[in-house]
């Protein structure tokens, strides 16, 4: 499992969340961006405060998502 951000306790997963936290952070607007603004027309404003939403979401450590690999 590689959490998606630091909330683990054991140490080792709360590396790997930090690290997932951060790659995961900037892929956002790039994943987003083109699907939302050329296929549902949404504006580069609109693509931006839905990712900052993300963003915070990601950040959240009472938030325990994981990825399972």
Known sequence: KWPSNPW??????????????????????GAAMAPLTRIHGWSREEVTVLVAGARAELND????????M
């Open 61 to 68: 450590p009472a938030i325990h998502a994981y990825w399972p």
């Open 8 to 29: 683990p306790k054991d140490k080792k997963h709360k590396l790997l969340g930090q690290w997932n936290n951060i790659n995961t952070g900037y892929a956002l607007e």
